[in-house]
C-alpha cells in the first residue's frame, strides 16, 4: 500500500506530503470553512434579534436560527478543520503516507452527510430545540441520526489519525519522539473519542426515544452525559487550538518551546482532567452532590486549568525567546512591538491567545465555582464566555492557521492581502465586544435563548435594567463588525483557493519575519537560561486580573438572598 | 521547534528553567486556594444551593402545590393566585409550558422551605433582579430554603428554552415587610 502513495515534497520543511493527505485536509478545510459561513449568518440574525431595537425574526424563526447556529459553528466547523488540523499534524509533520485514506473518505463523507441531514431538518422547522435537545423536549428523529452520522465520520477521522502515527513510527518517517503540535493535535483526538462515546452512550438512546422506542430518559442524566458529549468537545478545541498557537509560533518565529517537559505535561492535564467539565452544567442542578460538584467542576482541583495557565506563559514565553534571538532584544517589549503585526496568521494566533486568557479562560473559571453558577447559570453571561473561548480563542487561532495553510497545503497565494491584514483585528474586536457586552447583560441577569426581553406579550411583564438594553445593542453593533471580519475571511480564503496565483512546485513561502521554517534559532530552551522579561510581566498582568475578578465575583453572589 | 520532534532525544530529563517553575507553582497554588474556596463558603457563606431533592411524579407535586393554593391564597392577579404561606413552611412553584403557577408573597426575613419542579420539560428559575438561577426539572423536587432579605415586587423568568411560548413564561414573587 504504501508504494501506491505519492508524495511531493514541501520546498520550505523539505518534508515529505502525501498527497491524499492533502486532498483530505483540503476537502475537510473547505467543507469547514462553508459551514463557518452558513453558521455565521445564522449568528447575525441571533444577534440582531437579540438587539431590542432591531428585533429582526420573529420568534419560531429566531429559535429556529440559534438552534441551527449552535449546530453549524460550535460542531460542524469546529470539528472539520479539527479534522483537517489532525491529518495535518499526523500525515504531513512526520512525513508519513495516511493510514487507511479510504477510511477517512468515507469519515467525510458520513459527516457531511450528518451536517446536511441535521441543518435540512432544524430548517424544516420542527425541531428547534437548540444545539443541546434537552429532554424531555423532542426534535423529528433525522435530528438525532444526522448528529450520529456527523459524530461517527469524525470517530473514523480520529482513527484515522492514530493508524497514521502508528504507521509513521513503524516507517521511522521521523526520529525521536512526535513534535509538540503532533501531540497537541493527540490531545485533541485523545479527547474527542471519549467526547464522541459520550454523544453516543446518550444520542443513540435519545434517537430510538423519539420514534417511541424508549420510553423514557432521565433529564439530569440526560444532561450529565450529553456535556460530556458539549463540553468535552470544546475540551478538544482548546487542546487543537493550543496545538495552533505552538504551530504558528514556530512557522512564523521559528520559536521552539521553553521546555517540551513543561508543554507536554501540559497537555497531558488535558488528557487526564477535562473530560470532568460536564459538571460546569450541572451545578444548579437538583440531585447531585457539593462534593461531586466541587471536585468535578473544579477539573480535580484546577489541573486541567494549570494546564491552560501554563500553555499561556510558554507560548507568549517561546516568541519572546525567538525574537530576542532574532536580535528584537531591547527593554521589555521590543519583541512585541516588532512582531508581525501585519501577518494575519501571527494576529490572528496573538488575539486568540490574549482573549482566550483574558476573556473566555477568566470567566470560564469563575461561572464554573459552585456558587457563584448560581448567579450566571443560563444567563447571557454563558454565551458571552463560550463566544471568548470558542470564537475570539479558538474560531481566531483556526482562522488564523488558514491563513499559513492557504500557501502551504493548497499551494496558492493570498488573494487580498490587505484584508487580511485587517480580519483578524475586525473579527476578533467584534467578537470580543460580543463576548464581554453578552458576559455584561448576563451579570444584569439577561437570560440567553430568549426571543423578547421586553416581554411585550407576557401576561405579567417584568422590566430588566436599562443598562441590559444599552448592552444587547452593544453586543448587535459588535456582531456587525464580527460579520464584517467573517465575510472578510472567507471571502479572501475562498477566493485564494479558487482564483489565487497558483504556486511553483518548488517556490518557498514567505510565512514572516523569518523567511521559511525558522532556522535563526538554532538552540536556546532549557538547558541555557531563558529571559523572557515581557512575557513574565504579561503573565503577572493576567493573574492579578483574574484574582480580582474571581473575588468580586464572590462579593455578587454574598449579595443575593441567603440561601441553603 | 513544535513542528518538529524534540532536538533533545532525552526531553524528559531537560532541567526546567526557573521562570517556568514559579509559574507552575503559583498556577497550582491558585487552583488549591479556589478549589477550598468553594469548600469554605459551605461554612461561612450563605449562599449555598441545597442539595436535598426527590424524585417525584408531576401530578403528586401539582397535589401538593394546589393544597398551599387552596390554603392561603389572599387574592387573584391576572387569573394568578397569589399565594401568601406562613414563614417556615413548604412552598411550592410549578414550572409547566409556559408559566410559573401560583405567585408566591412571601415575609423579609423569613425563610420557607421552597419547591422546584416542572410539570412537563425542562425550566429555568431565575429570580430578577436578585439574580439568582436554578434549573428545574420535571420528575425532581429541589428544595432549598430561602430567607428573601429585600421586601418587593420579584421578577421570575424561565432562562432554559422551552418552546415557542419560552419568552411569555414570566411571573412574579412579592416580598412583604
Redesign the interface.
Known amino acids: 500500500m504504501a508504494s501506491a502513495t505519492d508524495f511531493r515534497t514541501c520546498p520550505n520543511?523539505g518534508l515529505k506530503v502525501d498527497l491524499t493527505a492533502e486532498r483530505l485536509i483540503k476537502a475537510n478545510a473547505v467543507a469547514a470553512i462553508v459551514f463557518l459561513a452558513i453558521g455565521g449568518l445564522f449568528g447575525i440574525l441571533v444577534a440582531f434579534t437579540r438587539w431590542p431595537a432591531v428585533h429582526l425574526l420573529p420568534?419560531?424563526w429566531f429559535?429556529l436560527a440559534l438552534t441551527a447556529h449552535g449546530l453549524d459553528v460550535l460542531l460542524v466547523w469546529i470539528i472539520f478543520f479539527e479534522i483537517a488540523l489532525m491529518y495535518f499534524a499526523s500525515a504531513v509533520?512526520l512525513g508519513s503516507r495516511l493510514a487507511a485514506p479510504k477510511f477517512a473518505w468515507a469519515g467525510f463523507a458520513l459527516m457531511l452527510v450528518g451536517a446536511l441531514i441535521t441543518n435540512v431538518v432544524v430548517l424544516q422547522g420542527d425541531s428547534s430545540v437548540?444545539f443541546t435537545s434537552?429532554v424531555?423536549?423532542r426534535a423529528a428523529p433525522s435530528f438525532y441520526l444526522g448528529l450520529i452520522l456527523f459524530a461517527v465520520g469524525a470517530l473514523i477521522g480520529c482513527f484515522v489519525f492514530f493508524g497514521t502515527l502508528v504507521v509513521a513510527k513503524s516507517e521511522q518517517t521521523?526520529?525521536?519522539?512526535?513534535?509538540?503540535?503532533t501531540f497537541g493535535a493527540m490531545t485533541a483526538a485523545i479527547i474527542a473519542v471519549f467526547t464522541i462515546v459520550s454523544g453516543a452512550i446518550i444520542l443513540i438512546p435519545t434517537w430510538l426515544w423519539s420514534y417511541g422506542l424508549i420510553a423514557n430518559i432521565?433529564?439530569?442524566v440526560y444532561k450529565l452525559v450529553w456535556w460530556g458529549m458539549g463540553h468535552s468537545s470544546q475540551q478538544i478545541n482548546v487542546s487543537a487550538h493550543v496545538a495552533v498557537w505552538?504551530?504558528i509560533?514556530?512557522?512564523v518565529f521559528?520559536?521552539?518551546?521553553?521546555?517540551?517537559?513543561?508543554?507536554r505535561m501540559a497537555f497531558l492535564m488535558y488528557i487526564l482532567f477535562l473530560q470532568l467539565a460536564s459538571a460546569h452544567h450541572m451545578?444548579?442542578?437538583?440531585?447531585?452532590?457539593?462534593e461531586w460538584k466541587?471536585f468535578n467542576t473544579?477539573y480535580a482541583?484546577?489541573?486541567a486549568?494549570?494546564g491552560s495557565?501554563?500553555h499561556g506563559?510558554?507560548v507568549p514565553?517561546?516568541i519572546e525567546a525567538a525574537q530576542r534571538k532574532n536580535g528584537f532584544d531591547k527593554g521589555l517589549f521590543e519583541w512585541l512591538r516588532k512582531a508581525p503585526w501585519g501577518n494575519p496568521a501571527f494576529s490572528g494566533m496573538f488575539l486568540s491567545l490574549v482573549m482566550f486568557g483574558f476573556i473566555g479562560g477568566i470567566s470560564g473559571?469563575v461561572m464554573g465555582?459552585?456558587?457563584i453558577?448560581?448567579?450566571?447559570?443560563?444567563?447571557l453571561y454563558v454565551p458571552g464566555h463560550f463566544h471568548g473561548t470558542v470564537v475570539a480563542g479558538t474560531t481566531l487561532a483556526f482562522m488564523a492557521m488558514t491563513y499559513v495553510l492557504v500557501p502551504l497545503i493548497f499551494r496558492r497565494e493570498l488573494i487580498l492581502k490587505s484584508w487580511a491584514r485587517a480580519q483578524p483585528y475586525v473579527f476578533g474586536i467584534g467578537v470580543a465586544g460580543n463576548s464581554l457586552f453578552m458576559m455584561g447583560a448576563g451579570?444584569?441577569?439577561v437570560?440567553?435563548?430568549?426571543?423578547?426581553?421586553t416581554?411585550a406579550?407576557?401576561?405579567?411583564?417584568?422590566?430588566?435594567?436599562g443598562a441590559a438594553f444599552l448592552m444587547m445593542g452593544l453586543n448587535g453593533v459588535s456582531a456587525i463588525l464580527a460579520l464584517l471580519g467573517g465575510l472578510m475571511f472567507v471571502i479572501v480564503i475562498v477566493g485564494s483557493v479558487l482564483a489565487g496565483r497558483k504556486l511553483a512546485p518548488d517556490e518557498k513561502v514567505s510565512l514572516g519575519e523569518v523567511a521559511g521554517?525558522?532556522q535563526a534559532?538554532a538552540?536556546y530552551?532549557?538547558?541555557e537560561?531563558?529571559r523572557?522579561p515581557g512575557t513574565?510581566v504579561l503573565?503577572a498582568i493576567f493573574?492579578i486580573a483574574?484574582?480580582l475578578y474571581?473575588f468580586v465575583n464572590?462579593k455578587y453572589?454574598?449579595e443575593?438572598?441567603?440561601?441553603? | 521547534?513544535?513542528?518538529?520532534?524534540?532536538?533533545?532525544?532525552i526531553?524528559?530529563k531537560?532541567?526546567?528553567?526557573k521562570?517556568?517553575l514559579t509559574?507552575?507553582a503559583?498556577?497550582?497554588s491558585?487552583?488549591?486556594i479556589?478549589?477550598f474556596?468553594?469548600?469554605y463558603?459551605?461554612g461561612a457563606?450563605?449562599?449555598?444551593?441545597?442539595?436535598e431533592?426527590y424524585r417525584i411524579k408531576p401530578e403528586v407535586f401539582a397535589e401538593r402545590a394546589q393544597a398551599m393554593i387552596d390554603e392561603y391564597t389572599v387574592r387573584e392577579?391576572?387569573?394568578?393566585p397569589v399565594v401568601h404561606p406562613p414563614p417556615g413552611s413548604d412552598v411550592y412553584l410549578i414550572a409547566r409550558l409556559w408559566?410559573w403557577w401560583p405567585?408566591l408573597e412571601l415575609e423579609k426575613d423569613q425563610s420557607y422551605r421552597l419547591h422546584?419542579s416542572s410539570m412537563?420539560?425542562?425550566h429555568?428559575f431565575?429570580l430578577?433582579?436578585?439574580?439568582?438561577?436554578?434549573?428545574v426539572?420535571?420528575?425532581?423536587?429541589?428544595v432549598?430554603?430561602?430567607?428573601?432579605?429585600?421586601a418587593g415586587e420579584f421578577?421570575i423568568?424561565?432562562?432554559?428554552?422551552?418552546?415557542?411560548g419560552?419568552?411569555?413564561?414570566?411571573?412574579?414573587m412579592y416580598v412583604v415587610e
Open positions: 520543511t420568534a419560531d429559535y509533520l437548540m434537552y424531555p423536549m521521523y526520529q525521536g519522539s512526535i513534535p509538540l503540535v432521565d433529564p439530569i505552538y504551530a509560533a514556530a512557522l521559528g520559536a521552539k518551546p521553553l521546555s517540551e517537559k513543561v508543554s451545578l444548579v442542578e437538583p440531585g447531585l452532590s457539593s466541587i473544579s482541583m484546577y489541573l486549568v494549570v495557565m501554563v506563559m510558554t514565553g517561546s473559571v465555582v459552585e456558587q453558577n448560581l448567579i450566571m447559570h443560563n444567563t451579570t444584569l441577569g437570560s440567553r435563548r430568549h426571543w423578547d426581553i416581554f406579550d407576557a401576561p405579567l411583564p417584568f422590566d430588566y435594567p521554517t525558522g534559532v538552540g530552551g532549557s538547558s537560561s531563558i523572557i513574565a503573565v493573574f483574574f484574582v474571581y464572590w453572589l454574598s443575593i438572598w441567603p440561601m441553603s | 521547534m513544535a513542528l518538529t520532534p524534540p532536538s533533545e532525544r526531553w524528559w531537560e532541567p526546567i528553567a521562570i517556568e509559574w507552575i503559583i498556577a497550582f491558585w487552583g488549591l479556589m478549589f474556596m468553594m469548600i463558603w459551605h457563606g450563605e449562599q449555598n444551593l441545597s442539595n431533592a392577579e391576572e387569573g394568578f408559566m405567585i422546584l412537563d420539560w425542562q429555568g431565575s430578577q433582579p436578585v439574580n439568582i438561577n436554578i434549573q426539572h420535571p420528575g425532581y423536587d429541589l432549598m430554603t430561602i430567607k428573601p432579605d429585600q421578577g423568568i424561565c432562562n432554559e428554552y422551552c418552546g415557542l419560552h419568552h411569555q413564561m414570566v411571573s412574579k
